[in-house]
């Protein structure tokens, strides 16, 4: 076998690969693109196999190890955990009105926003800030568990 064939061999498997990641991350091309800071072709061309990836493609300090496994890209442990949640989204997620959910963040009752977009002002939370306070929110019983009746 040539050092051409496994060359190009290894070139079709780390593509697959990093498709197989953004499977699972439920990223697309365009995405990564976006994340690493380089155009939808440059990417592309990479996810066909067209071209070898580089360890350390992408910026400087945003290569695609580095987005396909940190925390801060939404990506962690093969679940999306970190994606940002509008005000419906939250409630939707915990199954509750949306006029509910505002209730419980003006009581203090729901975590506070993890930011606020820039130009609309309009509050978001993480989706792990959701699921870690529905986890250890007080008088409810475990997800999916009717409430015990009184008496």
């Known amino acids: 076998m040539s050092a051409t064939t496994n060359a190009e061999r290894l070139k079709l498997t780390v593509a697959e690969e990093v498709r197989v990641l953004l499977a699972r991350r439920r990223l697309s091309g365009v995405k990564l693109a976006e994340l690493i800071g380089r155009s939808q072709v ?54 509750v009105q949306l006029r509910t959910w505002w209730a ?6 729901a975590p506070p926003p993890d930011g606020r977009e820039e130009v609309s002002n309009r509050a978001w939370w993480y989706t792990s800030t959701v699921d870690q306070w529905m986890a250890t929110r007080p008088g409810r019983g475990a997800p999916g568990q009717p409430r015990r009746r009184a008496g």
């Open 42 to 95: 440059y990417v592309s061309r990479r996810l066909r196999g067209e071209v070898a990836f580089d360890v350390e493609d992408g910026s400087h300090d945003r290569s695609v190890t580095d987005q396909l496994t940190s925390r801060n890209t939404m990506l962690y442990d093969g679940e999306v955990t970190n994606r940002k949640l509008t005000a419906p989204q939250a409630a939707r997620r915990i199954r």
């Open 104 to 109: 419980y963040v003006s009581r203090s009752q």
